[in-house]
Nanobody
């Protein structure tokens, strides 16, 4: 059974940093596109970053560009999201997701992803 598990969330003050990790079991990450999404209470799920199957095509939402860095480690079936200069508006549950097939450019829409993690909470507050 395919399983994705996020870790690394927590409480951090504005301006601080967190590094999220996502491990995948039951399916090879190689040749799959991956993405990071987030959802705050009462708000729609939104994309944060998208990584194509080669690992070279990485895109970011305008709200996080320049502050967040995403990457992948296919040998260890893992992806990560380094979050710097965190703001209160970054507070949300963060999810990793993967597609079932090759995508040179990772899909942007949540509905295009096939497997999801359970989420990890990130809270940015003083």
């Amino acid at each position: 059974q395919v399983q994705l598990v996020e870790s690394g969330g927590g409480l951090v003050q504005p301006g601080g940093s967190l590094r999220l990790s996502c491990t995948i079991s039951g399916v090879a990450l190689d040749r799959r596109a991956v993405g990071w999404f987030r959802q705050a209470p009462g708000k729609e799920r939104e994309g944060v970053s998208w990584i194509g199957s080669t690992g070279n095509m990485i895109a970011y939402a305008d709200s996080v560009r320049g502050r967040f860095t995403a990457g992948r480690d296919d040998a260890n079936n893992m992806i990560y999201l380094q979050m710097n200069s965190l703001k209160p508006e970054d507070t949300a549950a963060y999810y990793c997701a993967a597609t079932d097939r090759y995508h040179y450019y990772a899909p942007r829409r949540p509905q295009d992803y096939d497997t999801w993690g359970q989420g990890t909470q990130v809270t940015v507050s003083s």
